[in-house]
């Protein structure tokens, strides 16, 4: 069984920075896809930025590319996101999810094919 555990989240002004981090525990995650997803207000969860936890390979969303930093610690089997120059419009509660299945080419980072998820964790961006 996989758990995942996010933290980090909270209140800051638009310009500001924040940090989420998801501890992963269970098994081992050679071969896996991790990914960070949010939800705002009324709206369908969405994806954000993802990464192969063998190669380290990343994916963003157009809307916090150049702002968002997707990262992870092998021996901590700890993913990062480092998100600078918020915005109202980043408002969610943002959410850390694993993915088993294979994938390569397009199409990896679709919410489908995460079958872990974590609690979530509320950011709430000022102006």
């Known amino acids: 069984q996989v758990q995942l555990v996010e933290s980090g989240g909270g209140s800051v002004q638009a310009g500001g920075s924040l940090r989420l981090a998801c501890a992963a525990s269970g098994r081992t995650f050679s071969g896996y896809r991790m990914a960070w997803f949010r939800q705002a207000p009324g709206k369908e969860r969405e994806f954000v930025a993802g990464i192969r936890w063998t190669g380290g390979s990343t994916s963003y969303a157009d809307s916090v590319k150049g702002r968002f930093t997707i990262s992870r610690d092998n021996g901590k089997s700890t993913v990062y996101l480092q998100m600078n120059s918020l915005k109202p419009e980043d408002t969610a509660i943002y959410y850390c999810?694993?993915?088993?299945?294979?994938?390569?080419?397009?199409?990896?980072?679709?919410?489908?094919?995460?079958?872990?998820w974590g609690q979530g964790t509320q950011v709430t961006v000022s102006s």
């Open positions: 999810a694993i993915s088993r299945s294979y994938c390569s080419g397009g199409g990896c980072y679709v919410r489908s094919l995460f079958d872990y």
